[in-house]
């Protein structure tokens, strides 16, 4: 058996992240499965000068971006959904503050399934045409923007093709449902481009909201979408996407996202919204009260929790993943 | 007594009624999705649905979806894949039937803007847009890879541009067959569906001409909210009103209301 | 709820093949998951000069190009493993009556997914600089072979990079564990490429060793790795993979693999074999009772049984899935 | 009293002592999957091994698999994926440490043929061989990206080619820098382990040289079962006899006794 690569999260940001690494997360939608607390302590930790890579802008980046940790971004989608623009990353980008390329939700995932294989590029039949292929936010200068989706000659049928380039980000930060301490991984509702992320990323830490026993993969290895091989670290973070939601796990906070992007609006209630949930917690436990027991029990009460019976049998009780991670920190 | 249809209903209503019974379809997060299930409930039952993120086989329950990974949408798929999978194998490739797009702006030739609003064009040098909005998502790879797309906006003057600034996700560019030159597999906007009525696209040079108004709005409301010479198409007409059972249908799905607070 | 997809594999077989298709499957491992029941019924109906598209070639290819009904076939890997050469397609190639084109087992999956995406062709780190890219049984008389993996000039560093052909067969017969009436499959054990074959192929056809209740779907949406939508018909064929494994349900039948692969090193035992075991029963109770009951519990005590254990619950009686299929064969 | 060593078990031990703990490592079927079991058995606990199926975490039980979807190999895994993802993102991407792998033939400069023996050189027309062999299968993916290979072959006259009949898995090709010219990210064979020894490539030129010999051979045979004029490398020596654990190791995992038989 592999030792445990449980980690406490703010070990996780001490270890794995610098200022001006490209930084994968996001790696689901605006309103779902995504490392919001891994960006929590990125703040926390002072990082900042990031290159995001977020296939859809999530409240993660919505944060960082208004905090001005973040100064250039690449994105397929970079609203919140229903719950309207990201007033922070849009601060971020019309102040000029942040250089935001466009791509669109296609090419993300296809931009980290070329960085997972090592291509050199990853042909293109959407973008092309568009202002996405003209203009490059980290070419401003140049239009068309050649470089960014640029042109080759099918050998097939002699018709020119797009190109996209691949990513490779330094470190991609992946919400999952379940975990177990070697790193071996079960994501419950769409993955979204998380399993392009974790073979495109150098290193890969994992979120998850409950540790499992490695049975239980042995019981499901068809869901382990994310072997343990490609893993370096596992956080233990119930909650971890909130205010967004996680199927099986938890429903999105309605109140507290309008709450959030509310106050990513201005720089006041950005600074407001740091103190009271971003440097306000000391540990799990003070990240958990502050989204109060109330609180979390009516968003775990979710339509989807049924998703998640099957494998609540082998979730690991708190305290085994506290003597795991007790363990794996001195490793 | 019925609550009287908004406009936002009449205009989930004539999206829904582009899709026919037994289509492939990707519908996007809110309006979309609402038009995309309306038809299903309605008149396309065995419409085969799927969201940008690869979630198949399900219909939202306890209301509007607030996102296409909403547990509201994930709480009976029968299938869970990814974006790729969704965006890339079956709409890319050329497989879908239909999509649903929303715009912002929206031109003379159906090219969408859902990037940014800059205060006149933007110029050689890519400047920072007066306005930023949320990007292309998932609608640019609808935009060259489904069969047609239907559009859906709000009817109102700056929103519908001779040119958009930006475009976001391809309807026939300049227009003629100016897709032609970039390969797209799928065939371009079918209609743009607003709160005031239907344009649709000229077969020859793509321009999209008034196709239809609906019984609270007419021809010279349109053109009034419309920033560019709009034409009427030959054979345009009043759009059918709502039926009961269409209004009852796109009410079930619309189970919070969010189209009756428009 | 949509109607029932399932028909018989007899029916299936003459809905949706014909002689001269581009026919895929074999998208499993030689020894492992593959519609080889399918194989025996488009022999059984005649079907001929068929171009298999195969990842891998499987006891199916193997007795296919036997019998002489592959006229042109493309690999990954033409073998059985560790029980040997195939002697049905070495003597078909040997012989000059089939032309095998050569892959690699990464190359295959990679043509798959390029068709997939309709892709106008797929980088090439791998095959590149062999004969793999240099002979073309497609084209004998070309050497290096132009068009088989020609280069493009990779716009981003000016370096040559080779590029696949994708794949786009007319008709996958794809085997999986379970599928629902509607054509929603799991698979347990590697999916090897039957993902991408799924989305490349312009039909598929399932084979499914049990029919589950759509509940069973709903419950593991996860697993759904091959949705309905991308299939047209389901076939109900238990031990369909026999005398290979499938994954939770049975193993490999050691003593018939061999003997299978001796008989098909001559032409009188491929007679044999077609006389005892393609021609022979009428239907699946005769296909059952020829493997015999004895053989299949052996078969079926497998040490991967605890895999199916989640999911038997949702298994359909024979009864219902005989009233489905009536249903469907009408539809 | 132990049963003796043959030369397969031989093979097999010395090709698990080119096997680092910790490294992550891409095992064919049959010998290539003994040998890099027992290094796991023995002194590499924590290699991460993975099928080119994509099954990971995964140890054989009941006997030597059939093939890489044995159940055999399936009945313990961590996790199923596919062959894109164990050849592709694990593999052709660099990411792997080693991957052995077996050769019908191997030449000179390490390049192996698996595909077909033809009486003499193929010639311009590729025409049917005269044996047809099993193809290239994973082996061209893992000889393209593994950081190293080590290529099992028994060591016989007419599988050690001057130059194999066809380049199933590129080794250095021509020698010296020649696999510069394909972009290859992996580094190429860095053995050659054999029934009799074991071949590692000259620094500069590639070629393979006799790196070392068995109890049981030495130089003499071993030149005269390689089909070209093989040099002895500097520091050639015998290479130690396997360890009582080492044994012990191999034949648990051996447990159906199939390298015995050989």
């Known amino acids: ?331 | 007594m019925t609550q009287p249809c908004t406009r936002q209903e009449m205009m989930a209503i004539a999206t829904g009624r582009e899709i026919r019974d037994g289509e492939l379809a990707i519908f996007g997060v809110g309006l979309s999705m609402l038009a995309g299930f309306f038809a299903q409930a309605h008149h396309a039952p065995g419409v085969r649905s799927m969201t940008e993120g690869g979630v198949y086989g399900a219909t939202p329950v306890g209301g509007l979806p607030w996102g296409i990974e909403c547990n509201r949408i994930s709480a009976n798929a029968t299938s869970f894949t990814s974006a790729l999978d969704a965006l890339g194998c079956l709409v890319a490739s050329g497989r879908c039937d239909v999509g649903i797009i929303g715009a912002a702006q929206v031109d003379r030739f159906g090219n969408v803007n859902t990037t940014g609003i800059w205060d006149g064009p933007i110029g050689e040098t890519y400047r920072p847009p007066k306005t930023r909005l949320a990007g292309a998502g998932g609608a640019n790879d609808i935009a060259c890879g489904a069969k047609r797309t239907v559009i859906m906006a709000a009817h109102e003057r700056k929103r519908f541009a001779e040119r958009v600034d930006y475009i976001s996700s391809p309807g026939y560019l300049e227009g003629g067959d100016a897709r032609s030159r970039h390969g797209f597999v799928g065939g371009g906007p079918s209609a743009i569906v607003t709160t005031l009525g239907i344009l649709r696209p000229d077969p020859e040079t793509k321009e999209f001409l008034l196709d239809g108004w609906y019984a609270f709005s007419g021809v010279e409301e349109i053109r009034a909210n419309t920033g560019w010479d709009l034409k009427v198409a030959p054979g345009a007409g009043p759009i059918p009103e709502p039926t009961e059972s269409e209004l009852a249908a796109l009410r079930r799905v619309d189970e919070t209301g969010a189209l009756r607070k428009g």
């Open chain 1, 1 to 331: 058996m592999a030792p445990s690569k449980l980690i406490p999260l703010a070990e996780a940001v001490r270890r794995f992240t610098w200022d001006g690494m490209q930084y994968a997360s996001g790696a689901a939608l605006p309103i779902g499965s995504d490392a919001v607390a891994f960006g929590r302590e990125l703040l926390r930790q002072g990082r900042r000068d990031l290159h995001a890579v977020f296939h859809c802008n999530s409240q993660q980046l919505n944060l960082l971006a208004a905090v001005g940790a973040v100064t250039r971004a690449e994105c397929g989608f970079s609203g919140l959904e229903v719950f309207g623009f990201a007033n922070g990353l849009r601060r971020a980008v019309e102040s000029g503050r942040l250089a935001l390329d466009d791509y669109s939700n296609l090419a993300m995932p296809l931009r980290l399934l070329g960085g997972a294989l090592n291509w050199p590029f990853v042909p293109a039949t959407v973008n092309v045409g568009s202002d996405i292929q003209d203009r490059s936010a980290f070419a401003p200068g140049e239009h068309p923007a050649r470089a960014k989706i640029p042109t080759v000659t099918d050998p097939f049928t002699g018709r020119p093709v797009g190109v996209f380039s691949p990513l490779k980000p330094d470190i991609a930060a992946i919400h999952v449902t379940l975990a177990d301490p070697q790193g071996n991984a079960i994501m419950l509702g769409t993955e979204w481009s998380r399993y392009e992320l974790s073979r495109a990323a150098k290193r890969v830490v994992l979120i998850a909201d409950a540790i499992v026993d490695t049975a239980c993969m042995r019981q499901f290895p068809n869901l382990v979408r994310i072997p343990d091989i490609v893993v370096e670290a596992v956080v233990h973070w119930p909650f971890a996407a909130w205010p967004q939601s996680s199927p099986g796990m938890y429903d999105v906070d309605e109140e507290h996202m309008r709450l959030m992007n509310k106050a990513l609006a201005t720089e006041e209630g950005t600074a407001q919204y740091r103190r009271d949930f971003v440097d306000s917690y000391d540990d799990l436990d003070g990240y958990l009260a502050l989204i109060g027991a109330e609180r979390r029990a009516a968003l775990a009460a979710t339509q989807t929790a049924f998703l998640l019976d099957p494998y609540r049998r082998w979730i690991l009780p708190a305290e085994d993943v506290a003597a795991l991670q007790a363990a794996g920190e001195t490793a």
